[in-house]
Antibody, heavy 121, light 107 residues
């Protein structure tokens, strides 16, 4: 059973960089896409980015200028960096495994428990 | 950018059928999936590729997609089905898109 676990600071100051890591256990990070998704308190889901284990990436156009997603296959981890954060970036951040189907289609079959990141001075 | 629209809330009586819609331009040309999210929990995939159920998801959950609307149907709705439901699709420009979510109330 694949498990994902987010880790990183729960509090980030405005204008600084939010950094999170997702550790994958129970399976290899190889041959899959991996993604970050966030959910502001009381609001809906927002996709941030996904990365293939080989390193190819796609980003939400609305966040692309501030986001970097990366993967470390040796550690079975992938990471998120979000620069120049504001209070609007306060959210629960989830990591998830992506299934790429035909057509194409992408959907998320395994999710981490989520980690709340608050942007505040 | 591509957008998916869901009703904010849907109510259903126990044992009845609940239908939650998701609309988008030519949505029937794309694959749609659905997630269930209960308070304080991570989302759970309940339908993928319009109508397929992952292992462990009860048969009362079904999906369809045609024209501009995808529908998640829950037959014989149970109290445990009360949750927020999100549709999601993939678009070649916007990539991953989520609907705004629908709160299903079983009363």
């Amino acid at each position: 059973q694949v498990q994902l676990q987010e880790s990183g600071p729960g509090l980030v100051k405005p204008s600084e960089t939010l950094s999170l890591t997702c550790t994958v256990s129970g399976g290899s990070i190889s041959n899959y896409y991996w993604s970050w998704i966030r959910q502001p308190p009381g609001k809906g889901l927002e996709w941030i980015a996904y990365i293939y284990y080989s390193g190819s990436t796609n980003y939400n156009p609305s966040l692309k200028s501030r986001v970097t997603i990366s993967v470390d296959t040796s550690k079975n981890q992938f990471s998120l960096k979000l620069r120049s954060v504001t209070a609007a970036d306060t959210a629960v951040y989830y990591c998830a495994r992506v299934v790429r189907g035909s057509s194409p289609t992408y959907y998320f079959d395994y999710w981490g428990q989520g980690t709340l990141v608050t942007v505040s001075s | 950018s591509y957008e998916l629209t869901q009703p904010p809330s849907v109510s259903v009586s126990p044992g009845q059928t609940a239908s939650i819609t998701c609309s988008g331009d030519k949505l029937g040309d794309k694959y749609v999936c659905w997630y269930q999210q209960k308070p304080g929990q991570s989302p759970v995939l309940v339908i993928y590729q319009d109508s397929k159920r992952p292992s462990g998801i009860p048969e009362r959950f079904s999906g369809s997609n045609s024209g501009n609307t995808a529908t998640l149907t829950i037959s014989g709705t149970q109290a445990m089905d009360e949750a927020d439901y999100y549709c999601q699709a993939w678009d070649s420009i916007t990539y991953v898109v989520f609907g705004g979510g629908t709160k299903l109330t079983v009363l």
